[in-house]
């Protein structure tokens, strides 16, 4: 049977309008997947978390080098550098941008509104404008949000117990983050119910820490808090030795302060919450945009005590205390 030399063309014609974006979409999918990963840290001292982000991808399925790629950048502690790395990632057109700490999160916002970014490790993003809401965040954000300033009246009232004699307190926050910000308006209340005085001390920069440290002690304040901040992450051990070697009561927001000599932590499980960014990941890789994907709140908090610690400052830690506690390091 002859065929119409017309409807043979037709037939073509439409047929390559209809392989071209098959092929090209099979094309896409046989190049893996690229993930951009962005941490202001060392990469001994951020490994635990890189560590845990790498899990949650292998429980859903994922291997670095098999079936995905992950392009790590990290800034070895100097903030300044998170817009550069930051662009780095962009101009390699990662399909998706992971990002560690609120000033990760605004580099990455400043440089793209089309590459899909999830924050691992951020305090509050509304505070710091990164989405419209937690339930639709919009635009290319979303993530995990550790809903920082939300915690510091519950650390508060926990130190208050460990050491009932507080009645000055010395809270170290960086004026460079809009979290730490909120989280001094959300103490004011606490403070007021348990007679407490506050002062705060910004502190942004390593050169600062001497003047700091000299005016905490020449007002006379008798208990430290630490809001949780990045940059005060790359300080731990001068903060810890600081309070230790002035008999300073002090709560963190992370247990690594607690493990590395500091009296007491409370707040979100970061293990966790890295481990469940990579479901973010996987939703986005599959379709998904991240401004319909709601942010995530801590669904783990810890609480973690150093009793070895607590007996050099002198302190008798509740039995109340000690039987809440998720850790007692002795």
């Known amino acids: 049977m002859r065929v119409n030399p017309i409807a043979r063309i037709l037939t073509l014609v439409l047929s390559l309008g209809l392989v071209a974006p098959l092929a090209a979409e099979a094309q896409r999918a046989g190049r893996m997947p690229r993930i951009g990963y962005l941490t202001p840290f060392p990469p001994a001292v951020h490994k635990p978390f890189s560590d845990a982000f790498l899990r949650g991808l292998s429980d859903l399925g994922y291997a670095e080098g098999q079936n995905i790629v992950i392009e790590w950048r990290t800034a070895d502690g100097q903030f300044d550098r998170l817009p550069r790395l930051a662009a780095e990632l962009i101009d390699l057109s990662v399909d998706v941008l992971v990002v560690v700490t609120t000033p990760g999160a605004l580099a990455a916002k400043r440089g793209t509104t089309t590459i899909p970014i999830v924050m691992a490790d951020i305090g509050d993003p509304l505070v710091a404008g990164l989405v419209k809401s937690l339930a639709r965040p919009g635009g290319n954000i979303t993530g995990i949000s550790l809903m920082a300033p939300d915690l510091v009246g519950k650390q508060l009232q926990i130190l208050k117990e460990a050491a009932p004699k507080t009645s000055r307190l010395a809270v170290l926050w960086n004026p460079s983050n809009p979290n730490n910000a909120a989280g001094l308006k959300e103490l004011e209340p606490p403070a007021r119910i348990l007679g407490l005085s506050v002062r705060a001390y910004p502190f942004e920069a390593p050169g600062q820490a001497g003047e700091v440290f000299a005016k905490i002690l020449r007002e006379r304040v008798n208990a430290l808090l630490v809001m949780n901040d990045g940059f005060f ?90 039987l809440r506690a998720d850790q007692v390091i002795e």
């Open 233 to 322: 992450w790359t300080q731990m051990g001068g903060i810890t030795m600081f309070a230790a070697s002035n008999r300073l009561p002090a709560i963190y927001a992370l247990r690594g302060y607690v493990h590395g000599g500091g009296l007491m932590s409370f707040g979100p499980d970061l293990l966790d919450g890295f481990r469940r960014a990579a479901t973010f990941i996987d939703k986005i890789l599959k379709g998904a945009k991240p401004g319909d994907l709601p942010v995530e709140q801590p669904t783990k908090f810890e609480l973690v005590i150093n009793l070895k610690t607590a007996k050099a400052l002198g302190l008798t830690i509740p039995e109340s205390l000690l």
